[in-house]
């Protein structure tokens, strides 16, 4: 019923903006009494039945309403002129009671402080259970309302987190927003090349996308709580996803617009944040909803085509993403449907009906599918990308785990080329040791340190390089040993063998080879110290601290993917119920 009263508001406010109506003076308001005038309101009611298509009683209902709203909002725009008291307009969201419809407050007032006031109007002791939601953003704890673009008459949204759970999972959401933002910050400056765990960004086809430092930890923090909120929109828990999701779109405002139209993920946002008002019941956000639809629209044309010809050309079917557009299509119906235009609502929602006869998947086909050993969404999603062939879809599936596959061990080799030649060095005369090179010597028997060695010292010539290991093998074999040294590895049984055969204890001698790195080194500080050194503090903390740095990484690692789905479709996979239900129900709702 509130959806039907929204619209049909709306629907009335949209007629006397045409008109130029305002409700607040006369003839339809006496000023001077300070009473609405019942007879002009009743020929306002008739007059407007012409362009209004509803019952009489509902339209002078409507006007009375309206005009009530009018004259609150006057009053509390002269109150706040007189006193700098704001006064907000307070919208719950599905599951929470209000005692009041507005809240009186001072725009210097912090957000902590609007929160204290909200939860007692909501009776919610437990305020960081609470979020308030303004103008598409959460409102922060610690910043003025007025800093946060908060204005006078502004609708805020409140909404409950973890709403009939404990506290201590409230506190983990919270925990979890906050460890994912700085997970995603650690391993986006991980290079590929030297490290083991690390984020990147990739196209639509799955392929990584080189992109500045700065830029890239801003996008993976953006994508990383995007993909936490969506994770926790496939749960149905609505307060939590949008939270994690308006978080995301602030971490994506943060990027270059040319920089956001490299992926997709930003206009999926949208379409998931407009999905979690709609499930939410908040009619407030109702314009911020438009407009991130549209945007979304915008995007979708241009990374899939204005009729899907790219995303088809890409990936050989658009089968897929069609599931979004569908989606995209029923929310504009909606918010069509709320702000008053009826047509527009008409014509999106009878497309919408189009597009999920054309989108049915059987029930036998998918769970045939299933049977063979795949997930449930790859089944869904190659069933609707060949038009429900069974034959087709196992074809499209095996042909998308095959690509994904090879853009794995391609990316896979290119990182242990990368991690090789960082371990591999620099030549005397800076430049990089040619793998291809050493891959040659590898495959003629020498060893790998030995190998290396050589074309450092031959500036990559492998044909010196091949005479100094054949004439001067010694010469090379302790200077790799000196490198390996260097790189705080534990000394070689030949190096310490080599300083125990000048008279010095074989303990020393490693604590020596350790601090020096070289045989002469060590050999020369052990005189000094008639044969005993203590280890330089530094040398075995740098291994311990590249151990532990591997291990918080790993950590990192395993909190963002928790949650997350490992099928990079998965955001395709929808099942339509939900949506089903909801054309039906507004269908109805324009009967």
């Known amino acids: 019923m509130q959806a039907q009263e929204e619209a049909t508001l709306t629907k009335i406010r949209t007629v006397l903006n045409t008109h130029k109506v305002k409700l607040w003076e006369a003839p339809y308001y006496d000023t001077e009494r300070k009473v609405p005038n019942e007879p002009s309101l009743h020929e306002l009611a008739v007059t407007l039945s012409a362009d209004v298509d ?236 438009e407009a991130r639809l549209a945007r979304c629209e915008e995007k979708f044309k241009s990374s899939y085509g204005d009729n899907m010809e790219r995303v088809a050309a890409l990936k050989g079917s658009k089968g897929s993403e069609q ?57 869904r999603v190659g069933l609707r990308a060949t038009l429900g062939d069974r034959k087709l879809a196992v074809d499209h599936i095996i042909k998308r785990r095959e690509e994904k596959e090879d853009i794995i061990r391609k990316e896979k080799e290119e990182r242990e080329r990368g991690k090789l030649r960082d371990r591999l060095g620099r030549c005397a005369d800076g430049s990089w040791i040619n793998v291809g090179y050493y891959n040659t010597l590898r495959k003629m028997g020498f060893t790998e340190k030995v190998a290396a060695a050589a074309l450092r010292q031959a500036n990559n010539s492998l044909n010196t390089a091949v005479q100094l290991l054949q004439e001067e093998p010694d010469l090379i074999s302790l200077a790799a040993d000196e490198r390996e040294m260097g790189t705080g590895v534990e000394p070689s049984d030949e190096m310490v063998a080599s300083v125990v055969a000048m008279g010095f204890e074989a303990d020393m001698a490693k604590v020596a080879l350790t601090n020096e790195g070289s045989v002469e080194g060590a050999v020369e500080k052990l005189m000094e110290g008639g044969g005993v050194v203590e280890p330089v503090e530094g040398v075995e903390d740098e291994r311990k601290g590249k151990r532990r740095r591997t291990d918080k990484d790993e950590e990192a690692y395993n909190r963002i993917k928790e949650g997350i789905a490992e099928n990079d479709e998965d955001h395709l996979d929808i099942d339509l119920v939900e949506e089903g239900e909801l054309l039906h129900q507004y269908l109805s709702l324009m009967k």
């Open 54 to 289: 509803l019952p009489r009683p509902h339209i002078f209902q409507g006007l009375q309403m309206l005009q009530q709203h009018a004259l609150e909002k006057l009053a509390a725009r002269d109150r706040f002129k007189e006193s700098g008291i704001a006064n907000l307009k307070i919208r719950c969201a599905k599951g929470l009671k209000c005692k009041a419809k507005t809240c009186d407050i001072a725009l210097s007032s912090t957000g902590a402080q609007l929160v204290e006031k909200i939860s007692v109007l909501v009776n919610c002791p437990a305020k960081e259970k609470l979020k308030i939601i303004c103008n598409g953003r959460v409102i922060g704890l610690d910043l003025s309302l007025g800093d946060q673009n908060v204005k006078n008459s502004a609708t805020i949204m409140v909404v409950l987190v973890g709403d009939n759970e404990a506290m201590a999972i409230v506190a983990e959401q919270r925990k979890m927003m906050e460890e994912t933002k700085a997970d995603a910050a650690r391993l986006s400056g991980r290079d590929s090349n030297r490290d083991d765990y690390f984020l990147q960004v990739a196209d639509q086809s799955g392929k990584s996308l080189d992109l500045p430092a700065g830029e890239k930890r801003s996008l993976i923090i953006a994508m990383s709580l995007h993909e936490k909120g969506r994770a926790a929109l496939k749960k149905k828990q609505y307060s939590a996803a949008l939270v994690m999701l308006l978080e995301a779109d602030q971490e994506f405002n943060q990027c270059r617009s040319d920089l956001l139209g490299m992926v997709d993920n930003f206009a999926i946002l949208s379409l998931d944040i407009a999905w979690c008002y709609l499930a939410l019941q908040t009619v407030s956000e109702l314009p911020d909803a």
């Open 323 to 379: 599931a979004l557009m569908l989606r995209l299509h029923l929310l504009q119906g909606i918010v069509a449907f709320h702000l008053g235009r009826d047509r527009e609502a008409k014509l999106l929602l009878e497309k919408v009906n189009i597009e999920m006869q054309l989108m049915a998947v059987d029930e036998m086909d998918l769970m045939e599918i299933a049977s063979m050993g795949y997930s449930i969404a790859e089944a």
